[in-house]
């Protein structure tokens, strides 16, 4: 086995243990998509063997020129199945966990759980800060990374008690303020270069060695090929974070992403008799007394026909059966 690492153990200060360290480690990757790819790619064959591929969407000959880990047979196949064939190729002996799911309130906590380091290499800001909060209340380390037209940043959050995203850029923006990949375009080498940078910071922080980027914040130009790090002070004043409420979903996300779920409508019987859609019938005043009685090795995805009971009947199962659950909201059609 350590013939295939043996380059980066004779580095005087890497050795044997700090390859032992990268083998130890479990590693979550949060998104496969251009930073996702070089993350995994040089995480795996760098040594760590154990880690966690989370994204629900699928490969669209658009990602090609970034996503390195795809080629034209992988489109229309999902992402976290492709990037595990892919990196199987690499090294078939590699422990490789996949979630083909968007990471929500409703399972943050038992996909995180499992790991130690987490990355966050998401492209939308909803994701970004529910990933920074988890791991805040779990006490992950987090690599954060963003990739966008010519420019990029990276960063090491919750690391020993170093801040986090929020101590930055404290509420999320406004939707539309900033543009995402799709609408200003990205340079697929700028993604493969802050991918790297990342993967740099996980294996600082994986080994306890070099200087992880906490408290910094580093900008990358790459029209300019110039590198500018913003440090910051953690905001010790802040109030606990916490994540609360019910994650609320669309229909076509249902369909998408939930159709294994356990789907229960919590309307009237009269409501239910002008707009019937398969599903259990569990009206909002039953809920208290019967949601023991559904099958919870499922999600189970509560609707009605405004989501106000729907998230009612959520809120019941949290408290009173320490169920997590999932909101629909709106009518099927």
């Avoid at 989370?54 to 990037?83: C, I, P």
């Avoid at 200087?211 to 914040?217: A, D, E, I, R």
């Avoid at 990358?220 to 953690?234: G, L, M, T, W």
């Avoid at 559904?294 to 019941?316: H, M, S």
Wanted: net charge negative.
């Amino acid at each position: 086995m350590n013939d295939r690492y043996q380059r980066q153990i004779r580095l005087a200060n890497f050795g044997q243990t700090g390859q032992k360290a990268l083998l130890e480690t479990k590693v979550l990757i949060v998104g496969c998509g251009g930073l996702g790819c070089p993350v995994a790619l040089y995480l795996t064959r760098g040594g760590v063997r154990q880690i966690g591929l989370a994204d629900g969407d699928k490969v669209d000959l658009t990602n090609l020129h970034r996503q390195v880990l795809y080629t034209e047979s992988s489109v229309g196949d999902l992402k976290v199945h492709a990037a595990k064939e892919a990196l199987l190729n690499g090294d078939e002996e590699l422990e490789i966990d996949v979630y083909p799911t968007r990471l929500q309130k409703t399972n943050y906590e038992e996909i995180f759980v499992q790991y130690d380091v987490i990355v966050d290499c998401t492209d939308n800001f909803e994701a970004r800060y529910l990933i920074n909060d988890a791991c805040v209340i779990l006490g992950k380390p987090l690599v954060y990374g963003a990739a966008n037209g010519w420019e990029g940043q990276v960063a090491v959050f919750n690391l020993k008690n170093s801040g986090n995203l929020r101590d930055i850029f404290p509420e999320v923006p406004n939707q539309g303020i900033i543009q995402n990949c799709e609408e200003a375009g990205v340079l697929g080498v700028t993604t493969g270069i802050i991918g790297n940078m990342m993967a740099m910071e996980v294996i600082k922080v994986a080994t306890n060695i070099g200087t992880p980027l906490v408290n910094q914040f580093v900008q990358y130009d790459a029209e300019s090929n110039q590198y500018h790090s913003i440090k910051y002070k953690p905001n010790t004043s802040r109030l606990e974070i916490k994540i609360e409420g019910n994650a609320q979903i669309s229909w076509g996300e249902y369909y998408r992403d939930y159709n294994e779920a356990l789907l229960v409508d919590v309307r009237s019987s009269e409501e239910r008799s002008i707009e019937p859609v398969e599903s259990v019938h569990m009206p909002l005043s039953r809920v208290s007394n019967e949601a023991s009685t559904l099958d919870w090795r499922k999600q189970v995805v509560f609707f009605c026909a405004t989501g106000k009971r729907a998230t009612e009947a959520a809120t019941i199962t949290r408290n009173e059966l320490g169920k997590e659950s999932l909101v629909i909201i709106g009518k099927l059609g």
